[in-house]
């Protein structure tokens, strides 16, 4: 016997799949805006619309996947993700200390959002 999975099961996974990349998108913002800070003129007009346009997409998906996702799971996910990504992108590409108080917490930040999806 195969089992199928219902189509709301799919839609459901599908709606985590929107939200890992909405979280994603608020990333690329943080990203954008952290390059705005450092130019002027016509580029810090280019970075600005780049954050415009990924905080827009990010807030949309973040909605769409909030029609099938519990809000309170969906959302501190969504940050989560937001926090991580910006904090490895501060280390990585802004050159931001890597201490480990920051890392321990980040970590524990990790471990919170894995525990919020595996009890929803």
Known sequence: MVL????GSIIRFMNWIV???????EVGF????GRAKAVDGLLWWTWMG???AFSILSMVLLAKATQTL???????VWTGIGAVGTVLVGVFVFNE????????????LIASIVGLKALS
């Open 4 to 7: 199928q999975p219902s189509i």
């Open 19 to 25: 939200l890992i990349f909405a979280g994603f998108c």
């Open 30 to 33: 943080t990203y954008c805006l």
């Open 50 to 52: 780049g954050f415009l």
């Open 70 to 76: 519990p809000l309170g799971t969906a959302y501190p």
């Open 97 to 108: 200390p890597a201490t480990f108080w920051r890392l321990f917490f980040i970590t524990t």
